[in-house]
């Protein structure tokens, strides 16, 4: 009676072709959404430590106070953050300019002047690849907002 009952076992074993093919498409679905869901942070990432880096660079920019001829302070400002993330496509859309005035309490937009705490906010949309991530999220997009305070300086003659 053993040995019929481990004849069996060792019969339903070498019958079970045809599982590693039901194993494989179990885990390959796992293992792609995996995959895609680290490029997404991957690129998510990047894309957040660039804007950072260039926010940075334009409000060190904007403390200069320095504007090229024939642009206006935004223009500049917009320039400089460009420059500093050239892998990023960057609309005039998305930047914001505020300024707070000495002794204020209230941003006001524009660049401000002189002695002004200047603030540039850059918002971007970063669109999702992975097809189950995309829909807990609004339009399958993330907003990334950064922004970058500083004080503007004196001009001295």
């Known amino acids: ?24 498409a179990f885990i390959t679905p ?3 959404l995996l995959t895609f869901s680290i490029v997404d942070f991957g690129g998510l990432l990047y894309v957040f430590l660039a804007l950072e880096n260039g926010v940075g660079q334009a409000t060190r920019y904007a403390v200069t106070g320095a504007n090229p001829p024939g642009m ?5 400002l917009r320039q400089a953050m ?13 930047f ?8 204020g309490t209230v941003w006001q937009t524009g ?10 906010t850059v918002t971007y949309p970063w669109t999702l690849m992975t097809p189950l991530i995309r829909p807990f999220f609004t339009g ?7 922004q970058s305070s500083m004080k503007n300086e004196k001009k001295f003659s």
């Open 82 to 94: 460009r420059q500093a993330t050239p892998t990023l496509t960057l609309p005039d859309g998305y």
């Open 30 to 32: 796992l293992l792609l």
């Open 1 to 24: 009676m053993r040995g019929l009952h481990a004849s069996r076992i060792a019969r339903t074993l070498r019958c079970a072709k045809g599982s590693t093919l039901i194993e494989a």
């Open 111 to 120: 660049p401000g002047g002189e002695d002004d705490i200047g603030r540039v």
């Open 140 to 146: 399958g997009r993330i907003n990334i907002s950064v």
């Open 96 to 103: 914001a300019f505020d300024h707070l005035t000495p002794g």
């Open 72 to 76: 206006t302070r935004e223009d500049a």
